[in-house]
């Protein structure tokens, strides 16, 4: 059997069918706590900050111009949330946990757990916009196809991006001493 389109869904929703709407969440929520750990690096607060997403999209749905592209809608949704309670969280310089826990790290660890605490190190220093790609793809297990509903882009536009991530990613850990040969 087929899934009903997005566009079905949210017709659905429209017309007060609640399970409709749950139906799109559903779909669409590790997508939303993906986007905004990308933004505050915090799991727990990702998971808030998609709620509140959802709580957004349903008294906006009405606005919702293109019931095809829901997923990108909500995603822009969530993104705006993340960075709304990002700018908050600074204005009262409160770090998110996990970013913290990075910058407190002791330096001189051996082996696996220092390379993993650069390779953090090395995500959470990405641009949004390709820290994003790489939590919904290596952090969520999200496809190309699930990635291009959400963020609106062509599943070779987000090759790209996580082609670049990578890259960017290679020259932190080889400037922070790994990846070399010797190792």
């Known amino acids: 059997m087929n899934e009903p389109t997005d566009e079905i869904l949210v017709q659905q929703a429209l017309q007060g069918d609640t399970g409709g709407f749950a139906k799109?969440?559903?779909r669409y929520y590790p997508a939303l706590v993906a986007l905004a750990h990308a933004v505050v690096a915090d799991r727990h607060l990702a998971e808030d900050i998609?709620?509140?997403a959802v709580a957004e999209a349903c008294r906006r749905l009405r606005t919702l111009r293109q019931p095809q592209r829901f997923g990108a809608w909500l995603g822009t949704i969530c993104r705006n949330v993340a960075k709304d309670t990002l700018t908050e969280r600074r204005r009262h310089?409160?770090?998110p946990v996990e970013m913290q826990s990075i910058?407190?790290?002791p330096t001189g660890r051996d082996g696996d757990a220092d390379e993993a605490a650069?390779?953090?190190d090395a995500v959470c220093r990405l641009p949004e916009h390709l820290r994003q790609v790489v939590f919904m793809r290596y952090y969520n297990a999200m496809t190309y196809e699930q990635m291009?509903?959400?963020l609106g882009l062509s599943p070779q536009a987000i090759n790209g991006r996580l082609r670049r991530a990578r890259r960017q990613i290679a020259r932190s850990?080889?400037?922070n001493g790994f990846g070399d040969n010797d190792r």
């Open 24 to 26: 799109l969440i559903g």
């Open 173 to 175: 850990m080889k400037a």
């Open 148 to 150: 291009s509903n959400v």
């Open 118 to 120: 650069q390779l953090t």
């Open 103 to 105: 910058a407190s790290a």
């Open 93 to 95: 310089r409160t770090a």
């Open 50 to 52: 998609a709620q509140e």
